[in-house]
């Protein structure tokens, strides 16, 4: 197989290799993916990246050296990814792609490992559940959202990964003690005020 040194495009014999966890490559080359920073085995058994966001190495060295870190589940390296650095390549994840549909299950899927363990592993590392992590980072920017935009509510919503209006206002009351257009409003009266004693 003409694989050079990588990281290289994907060659169809690879990406079949891939779709088929085929353990007659393991060793041949290891694949990355670029979303998630994981590399694996060919025979991973997690489910198979996007061909796009996916690329192959000749070693797990070059691999390790482009910022690739070994999978948990088939690891790569031989060795295990150590649980501080595999949380944070899913909080890197979340942080970056909060807006979509994420449940422990997808990002399980993608950190390569079981949603029990990593609601466990994630808990003890960062003192939040998953869950309480996406909601978090959701509210945090709709907070952004709301005191520097004339976005609607349901907008804002939407554009957090909340799209159910209801839900998004009682669980931004819930972790803020306001509602969302009261917060804005808070916001806009504390800064007009602040414009005044500035005067």
Same mark, same amino acid.
């Given at each position: 197989?003409?694989? $050079? ?54 070693t ?31 909080t890197?994840? +979340? ?43 959701? +509210? ?12 609607s +509510? ?10 159910n ?13 306001h ?5 804005r409003?808070?916001?806009? $009266? ?10």
């Amino acid at each position: 197989m003409a694989l $050079r040194t990588g990281p290289e495009a994907m060659t169809d014999e690879a990406w079949q290799a891939i779709r088929n966890n085929d353990p007659a490559y393991d060793g041949k080359f290891w694949y990355a993916v670029r979303t998630t920073r994981i590399f694996c085995r060919p025979s991973c058994k997690s489910r198979p990246p996007k061909l796009e966001n996916s690329c192959v190495f000749r070693t797990v060295e070059q691999a390790m050296e482009a910022g690739f870190r070994p999978c948990k589940r088939c690891k790569p390296t031989g060795l295990r990814l150590p649980d501080e650095e595999w949380i944070g390549l899913i909080t890197d994840y +979340i942080d970056k792609h909060y807006m979509e549909a994420l449940t422990l299950g997808v990002l399980a899927e993608i950190g390569h490992g079981s949603p029990y363990h990593l609601h466990r592993v994630f808990h003890k590392i960062t003192g939040k559940t998953p869950v309480d992590y996406i909601q978090q980072k959701r +509210i945090e920017q709709a907070k952004e959202r709301l005191t520097g935009s004339d976005q609607s +509510i349901a907008e804002i919503g939407q554009s957090v990964g909340l799209a159910n209006t209801p839900y998004f206002i009682t669980l931004f009351k819930k972790k803020t003690g306001h509602t969302p257009a009261g917060y804005r409003q808070l916001h806009n $009266r504390m800064t007009g005020e602040e414009h005044i004693d500035g005067n």
